[in-house]
């Protein structure tokens, strides 16, 4: 369990190093002990601060999916957003999903598109990668379950499919997962084999 200003610090390995605009799908599971008004659920910046590469997540108190642009995307540190059609609420299990296909990113909530942006981010190496947010305030309290981070983007039948299955590790493009049951402790652990 995430309490309030609680994140993953995960460095910058070369496995997550996803090229600018190349495609990638971010997906995990998240239930809420409070919804805060910014709540990431993976992130990549200068450590806690700007400038950033990218941020997934939650904004408007948990009403918008939204993935942020980071300093070099196109626009530059923008939010790109999609409303839900209810905001969620505490103590109920969401599965996020960010599918960026090189021109547009679709945002889906437990296996629904609610919205599709164009999207644009440059990669900065040197960026730390974060399960949770940018800055403290913008981690998700609670719960977070299997996060998963692939190199192409999946679709709405893959995202739904596989969403309540456990990974082995070694699927095709699977470039990092945290399953998150380690069930006590500051260490995490990637199933990849990469890892």
Not at 14 to 22: E, R, S, V
Not at 34 to 54: C, D, E, F
Request: with cysteine; hydrophobic share 40%; aromatic share 12%.
């Amino acid at each position: 369990r995430f309490v309030g200003n609680s994140y993953v610090n995960l460095g910058a390995p070369d496995a997550l190093q996803i090229p600018g605009n190349a495609p990638f799908t971010i997906e995990g599971w998240a239930k809420f002990a409070s919804v805060p008004t910014t709540a990431m659920l993976y992130s990549k910046g200068n450590v806690r601060a700007a400038p950033y590469t990218y941020m997934f997540g939650l904004t408007g108190t948990g009403a918008k999916m939204a993935a942020h642009t980071g300093a070099g995307g196109t626009p530059a540190d923008t939010w790109m957003e999609a409303t839900l059609p209810a905001a969620v609420v505490k103590d109920r299990w969401y599965h996020l999903a960010y599918a960026f296909d090189g021109a547009y990113l679709s945002f889906y909530l437990d296996g629904v598109c609610v919205g599709r942006q164009p999207y644009r981010f440059a990669n900065v190496t040197a960026h730390t990668v974060k399960i949770g947010g940018y800055a403290n305030g913008t981690d998700i309290p609670g719960n977070i379950s299997d996060v998963r981070v692939w190199n192409h983007a999946r679709s709405r039948s893959q995202i739904r499919q596989y969403k309540n299955r456990r990974l082995n590790g070694g699927e095709a493009g699977l470039l990092g997962y945290w399953p998150l049951n380690e069930g006590s402790g500051t260490a995490v652990n990637d199933a990849t084999p990469s890892a």
